[in-house]
């Protein structure tokens, strides 16, 4: 084997330190032409591919050029934009393969542990959004038992067991308090008018005329019951009255059997969690979301769901606000800028510095205010009807929890009352016993002051005393 020449070997190693960056220069952290491809997802990423880059823009891209800036690189030197018209399935193929133009992508691109494990590398997460639901928007329609619309049934039913339990409760405590002996086959009829005027109080039509101190107390639980149901059912029954809902679906519980569409990176979640079988919506951009939505609004489809920020922009500014999407937060997940298989981890962490140190400025809120369409005419948070929900038990169970305080109040007031009736009243027969006629004249005067203060107790005036003396035919002395 020949030597190899002195000259060549000073002039590789020469060449070799003229490569290495000088002892403390810092290194850039990407190379030069960096591609990032992108795609038309508004809001996220606004695209296309006859404008020239620098007018891109959206969340994602503006989140992007922020980070960029952070760590240094300068858009069309370090790295450029590229809008791209395939699919997302179709561009994370592309990044997994580590293969094409695309070295890192921005758009409206989910974070999973599949893509991670096809060799996709992400970033911090920049926005958390969700899966979300676009159906027809509701439309005003006749109604004749409207409403029941305010109050939903779980409520409806807690309001009428009270109804059937509280009349007999406040009977209960009221006779108890005023009547040594009670007629049980007399209680029908106190029965029924605690019932006329426990409904007549619930809708303010009158109030209780008790006159034990435990009937006033539960009464007066009572009358805040009414006092707080009332109002809210009155409040809510406006926005029923107004505005209809012709479309049933309130939630992801009410789409299986139904039909729904989505991507295929949700559609085994779907299928999965809730039972839905969702159809391939085959999106590629956003005239795709717009396709979708229009299918919806001429009820082929039952819903569409794709990601609840595209499609929250979609719903604002489609023709005559005929999609909406629900509020419900269907499994969150997070958006994240993807570099492509063989990237230099070094290159991720430091871009996903850059993107806390973005969102810690507030830059993404920012950008959340500027491109989404929040407060638009067709937006969910204005759009008539979407938010007129009933008023459940779990709301207002804690009226529940005053008015048994009372009941137990009551109770307990009405127990104390009578065991001290009747230790006072033993006590004052066992003090007179045996005294003749004539006999402690001043001991005789307070028995009988005794007697008539027990006897006017028992004559005190009440509604429910007075009828069932009145339906029975007798009288009190």
Known sequence: MRDIPNSILLLAMFSLALSQPALGQ???????????????????SFCNVINPPEEYTGLSIETFRAAGSLLGWNEGIEYQFECKTASTG??????????????????SITISTERQEQGILFAYPYYQTSIGIMVK???????????????????????????????ASIL??????????????????????????????????????????GARIAAICFSFFALILCPSYTANLAAFLTVQRSNMIRSVYDLSGLAVSSVPVFIPRLKLQYGIFASDANISDVEGVVEEAELVAKGALAAFMYDNVVEEYVAATFPGCAVRVLPDKVQPFDYGVAFKK???????????????EVQEAGLVSEYEEKFLLKNGPCSSANADGVDHDRISFNSVYGLWVILCAGLVAGVIVMVFVRRHRVKAWEAHKKE???????????????????VRTKSSLEDMSSDLIDTIDEHAGTTRS
């Open 90 to 107: 179709e561009l994370m193929a592309e990044l997994a393969a580590g293969i094409g133009p695309c070295d890192a992508a921005v758009a």
């Open 137 to 167: 928007s509701d439309v005003a329609v006749a109604s004749g038992w409207s409403f029941f619309e305010p109050f939903s049934t779980d409520l409806w039913i807690a309001i009428a067991v009270t109804m059937f339990a509280w009349p």
């Open 432 to 450: 007179m016993a045996g005294l003749p006629n004539g006999v402690a004249p001043d001991k005789r005067q307070k028995h009988n002051a005794f």
């Open 172 to 213: 209960a405590i009221e006779v108890f308090s005023l009547r040594s002996k009670v007629n049980y086959k007399e209680m029908y009829y106190g029965l029924e008018e605690a019932t006329w005027r426990s409904l007549w109080a619930l809708q303010h039509g009158g109030t209780f005329e008790v006159t034990s101190l």
């Open 26 to 44: 810092e290194q850039n952290t990407t190379a030069a032409s960096f591609t990032v491809c992108t795609l038309n997802r508004p809001p996220m």
């Open 342 to 356: 063989g990237t230099d981890p070094e290159l991720v962490s430091n871009f996903s510095i850059a993107i806390l």
